[in-house]
């Protein structure tokens, strides 16, 4: 849970830094949110229903595969609006694959950050998995407090 309350700080974080953007508009900032669960939907999902396919799905969970699947749920979308929801996406998954490659254990699954290329799990060692409630606590905090910030601005 502090995961993916950390995933989706994140996504708010990210839109109080650049409230112009029009990826954190209204129409597309539910894309953003998406595309922060994009790599669990599957790779946890089976996790939970199908343990023992868990180390396939984990490849659902790497930039390649998410690369694919944002092509394909933005071609479910009119014309003018699949430049916008893939990128909408994208930066979505992008911010989930950032804080998740910070993790140094990923629990039963694995992180194969870089396949097709390196087939290996890769991990960067900032964050051990237990740290995950202080890290989520602390986005929520920052993404709080800049959205109060952001008002107040608006405001003078």
């Not at 180390?55 to 930039?63: D, G, K, M, N, W």
């Not at 092509?71 to 979308?77: A, E, H, R, T």
């Amino acid at each position: 849970m502090p995961d993916l309350l950390s995933h989706a700080a994140s996504a708010y974080l990210a839109k109080n830094i650049k409230p112009k953007s029009s990826l954190f508009s209204r129409r597309y900032f539910g894309m953003v949110l998406f595309g922060v669960f994009l790599p669990d939907i599957v790779s946890r999902g089976t996790m939970a229903l199908l343990p023992e396919l868990t180390l396939t799905a984990q490849y659902f969970h790497t930039p390649i595969a998410c690369f694919l699947q944002t092509v394909l749920i933005s071609s479910l979308f009119i014309r003018k609006q699949r430049l916008r929801v893939f990128q909408a996406v994208t930066l979505g998954w992008i911010l989930h694959q950032t804080f998740d490659l910070a993790q140094t254990n990923l629990g039963a699954g694995f992180y194969y950050v870089l396949w097709p290329i390196y087939d290996l799990p890769l991990r960067v060692p900032l964050l051990q998995a237990t740290d995950w409630p202080w890290v989520a606590t602390i986005t929520v905090l920052m993404a709080v407090v800049s959205e109060k910030l952001l008002k107040k601005k608006k405001q003078k």
